[in-house]
């Protein structure tokens, strides 16, 4: 049984970590967006590759918004940290921008030199062809019954909330999630 619930625990943490549901991901986690510190200079850098960011999440960048902003630029702009022109401005200092679509995302500070100072942060939201226009995760729940079998007890007492199957707001995955943490509790 204690194999069971390590590997319940396991498969909890990999949902986890492959966020299969939509996720709000506050930029630079502790630090607020702003120049990185000469200590952390290459924080948003570091940022971007430590986060696997998906179709339906989005960017939370906190700043104070007297002093900041946040904008959204071509590669070209970020490279050069050109400020004409971006794709998007926002200063409002709580600023969300929703990944809608695969692709590269590039991100600086609208306020001259803070570019320059690597307040910048460059996204590459990847997928596969085929599901790029479908806003279901890529993890795939089918991944659940593939193991089914060999634990038909844990699987089979799943309690099923008739409140939580027809609520539109609660994603697939979270159910799946909630299975295996009922699963696990009741070992
Ligand atoms: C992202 O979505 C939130 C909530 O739906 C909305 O308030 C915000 O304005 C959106 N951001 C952009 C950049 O469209
Ligand atoms: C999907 O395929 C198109 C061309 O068929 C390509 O331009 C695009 O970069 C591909 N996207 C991904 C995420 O591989």
Known sequence: MANLRMFLVFELLMLIS????????????????????????????????????????????????????????????????????????????????????????????????????????????LGGNGTATATAPSYSPTALPEFAPSYPTVFGTIPVSPSSSSSPTLPFPTLVLGFIIVSALQL
Request: aromatic letters at 14%; glycine letters at 6%; one cysteine or more.
């Open 18 to 125: 492959t966020e299969v549901w939509c996720y709000q991901y506050k930029v630079g986690d502790l630090d607020a967006w702003g120049i990185p510190s000469s200590a952390n200079s290459e924080v948003y850098a570091k940022w971007s590759k430590y986060h696997n960011i998906k179709i339906g999440d989005s960017l939370l960048f906190l700043y104070p918004p007297s002093q900041d902003s946040v904008i959204q630029v071509t590669e070209e702009s970020y490279k050069s940290c050109n400020l004409k022109d971006p794709i998007l401005y926002m200063n409002n200092g709580n600023s969300l921008f929703n990944i809608t679509s695969y692709g590269e995302f590039y991100f600086t500070s609208g306020v001259a030199g803070h570019c320059e100072k690597k307040q910048k942060l460059h996204i590459s939201v």
